[in-house]
């Protein structure tokens, strides 16, 4: 993975360390460097990761700041639709959070300035994880309409990853990817459809009627807009495969966006391991 953008201080201290199993790096102003490595977070020290808290690596504003312009090749300007909504996607599909000050104009976020806090999502391609998942989403030759649930982190997005590559060999028809926020780097399958860096609104709706596809994949349902085009899309005959940000069953039925629509939901285990299943309901929330 490239870390070009990086300062040579953290670049070198990385190459030290064991990336298949870091998830997360967070970087704060004038704080020490962490990593996720898997459910365990440690130090970046100049030898590689390290639970003393004396070696840990820090960065500064101007390491923050030097960072962004990096990976915005110096215009910050040019991805700021991204960054008004709290992170920057880069190469291999890594997602880069940001924590500063917003900025309002007539009631809008329109940017975020005096950024502080990066941290970098880095996705792990993980064949296979979603083997326990798949036999109750595609059985008898038809696929459930399937939501995934869990808290931030768990590895929802690396499932509906290996999901769409299982159902490309199925040849069941065209499966379209709404990749919003370019986090399916990596995805390939021979009727594998991708649409990205656009809302799911826009997507669904142009991707229904130019691609036809048999499933859609797509990550994240968070607003009421969201869940339109997923009831949009069932009703139009498309199944739709999805992930949704909740701690249990409950908690997805308080959200105020809630449609029922799923004829399985998953619930993940937060062992830390993509694919670790907790309970799987179906469409009337019985426990399978």
């Given at each position: 993975m490239n870390f070009e953008f990086f300062p040579d201080f953290i670049k070198s201290a990385l190459a030290k360390v064991n990336m298949d199993k870091v998830s997360e790096i967070r970087l704060r102003a004038n704080n020490p460097v962490i990593l996720k490595s898997d459910t365990e977070y440690l130090y970046l020290g100049e030898n590689?990761?390290?639970?003393?808290?004396?070696?840990?690596?820090?960065?500064?504003?101007?390491?923050?700041?030097?960072?962004?312009?990096?990976?915005?090749?110096?215009?910050?300007?040019?991805?700021?639709?991204?960054?008004?909504?709290?992170?920057?996607?880069?190469?291999?599909?890594?997602?880069?959070?940001?924590?500063g000050e917003c900025v309002y104009d007539n009631g809008q976020v329109v940017t975020i300035k005096n950024i502080t806090s990066l941290n970098l999502r880095i996705p792990h391609k993980v064949e296979g994880c979603a083997n326990e998942i798949y036999k109750h989403v595609y059985f008898d030759g038809k696929v459930?309409?399937?939501?995934?649930?869990?808290?931030?982190?768990?590895?929802?997005?690396?499932?509906?990853?290996?999901?769409?590559?299982?159902?490309?060999?199925?040849?069941?028809?065209?499966?379209?990817?709404?990749?919003?926020?370019?986090?399916?780097?990596?995805?390939?399958?021979?009727?594998?459809?991708?649409?990205?860096?656009?809302?799911?609104?826009?997507?669904?709706?142009?991707?229904?009627?130019?691609?036809?596809?048999?499933?859609?994949?797509?990550?994240?349902?968070?607003?009421?807009?969201d869940w339109e085009c997923v009831k949009k899309a069932v009703t139009c005959g498309v199944n739709v495969i999805a992930s949704c940000h909740a701690d249990s069953v409950e908690d997805l039925i308080n959200k105020h966006e809630f449609c029922k629509v799923f004829s399985r939901y998953v619930i993940l285990n937060s062992n830390g391991k993509a694919g670790k299943v907790k309970n799987i309901y179906d469409g009337d929330f019985n426990l399978l």
């Open positions: 590689g990761a390290t639970k003393n808290f004396g070696q840990a690596l820090r960065t500064n504003i101007c390491d923050i700041e030097d960072i962004l312009l990096r990976v915005t090749e110096r215009s910050v300007y040019a991805y700021n639709e991204s960054i008004k909504q709290g992170f920057i996607t880069i190469n291999e599909g890594v997602r880069i959070g940001l924590a459930c309409d399937t939501l995934i649930i869990s808290a931030p982190s768990y590895g929802k997005t690396t499932i509906l990853k290996d999901l769409a590559e299982k159902l490309s060999k199925e040849n069941l028809g065209a499966i379209l990817v709404v990749d919003e926020r370019s986090e399916f780097c990596g995805v390939v399958g021979e009727n594998i459809d991708i649409i990205k860096n656009c809302s799911k609104s826009y997507a669904f709706d142009y991707g229904i009627r130019s691609m036809s596809p048999k499933v859609i994949i797509t990550d994240e349902l968070s607003t009421k807009s």
